[in-house]
């Protein structure tokens, strides 16, 4: 299996993307999750402080963190096709087999 770790080079800082869930509390505040980090959560009177607050807690957690891509090759798998691919290559009536199957789908496309 091969593996390759991608990281971004620290002079280049590409912008993070994060999705938020932003729920409105019973008691009139509102709270702000990270999607994919739920403990990553802010909350505050309004929109905007929650959403400041959930900021600063990520960019606290990233100072001693880092993100970066995994990118893994798929395991190699035989398709079960090719066990009997080949098969009837030598058979004297395969020729004669595929004919008739020919025959009987033009039949088919007349029908329609």
Avoid: H
């Amino acid at each position: 299996m091969n593996l390759a770790v991608k990281t971004t080079s620290p002079i280049t800082v590409p912008k993070l993307i994060y999705d938020v869930l932003i729920e409105n509390q019973q008691d009139g505040t509102v709270k702000a999750i990270l999607l994919g980090l739920p403990d990553c959560q802010g909350s505050g009177n309004t929109e905007t402080e929650t959403i400041e607050k959930l900021s600063q807690s990520l960019q606290t957690r990233l100072e001693t963190a880092k993100i970066v891509t995994l990118e893994i090759e798929a395991p190699k798998v035989e398709n079960p096709w090719m066990k009997i691919a080949g098969k009837y290559k030598d058979e004297p009536q395969f020729d004669e087999m595929l004919e008739y199957i020919e025959e009987y789908r033009r039949e088919l496309d007349k029908r329609r």
